[in-house]
């Protein structure tokens, strides 16, 4: 079963915020976190940008495409987070990444239209 993460709460009316007091990487963590976020394959592409919601001024610059490492999925915004605020996903996608050593497994297409589904629903 595959399972969504996200650097984004939604509130009761749909709205993506990030909670202020997120957990930070350290910075050795930026890097494994990112690498890792864009190792993976992408399973559905998105030309799609919406505002960086930490900083308004910047534009629409946000990524949206989804990606998935064959047991998670997640969007785009996640590395760019990561990236720029070294903003922590969420912790049971982290602990994921530290069993797997921060390591890439092979996706299957069968993993990859599972990933595409589950986003879709």
Same mark, same amino acid.
């Given at each position: +079963? +595959? %399972? $969504?993460?996200?650097? @984004?709460?939604?509130? /009761?009316? !749909?709205?993506?915020?990030? /909670? ?12 494994? #976190?990112?690498?890792?976020? &864009? ?5 559905? %592409? ?8 930490l900083d308004p001024t910047a534009g629409s610059c946000v990524r949206?495409? #989804? $990606?998935?490492? !064959? ?8 590395? $760019?987070? #990561?990236?720029? $605020?070294?903003? &922590?996903?969420?912790?049971? @996608?982290? &602990? &994921?990444?530290?069993?797997?050593? @921060? %390591?890439? +497994? ?6 990859? %239209?599972?990933?595409?589904a589950a986003f879709m629903a």
């Amino acid at each position: +079963m +595959m %399972r $969504y993460t996200s650097i @984004f709460n939604v509130n /009761d009316g !749909g709205e993506r915020t990030i /909670d202020p007091g997120r957990e930070r990487l350290q910075p050795n963590q930026v890097e494994l #976190v990112a690498d890792y976020l &864009s190792a993976c394959p992408m399973v559905m %592409r998105c030309t799609a940008t919406s505002p960086d919601i930490l900083d308004p001024t910047a534009g629409s610059c946000v990524r949206s495409s #989804v $990606y998935t490492d !064959g047991e998670w999925i997640w969007d785009e915004s996640m590395l $760019y987070y #990561v990236q720029k $605020y070294a903003l &922590s996903p969420k912790s049971a @996608f982290i &602990s &994921s990444l530290r069993d797997r050593n @921060f %390591r890439t +497994m092979p996706v299957s297409e069968d993993q990859r %239209r599972a990933a595409l589904a589950a986003f879709m629903a």
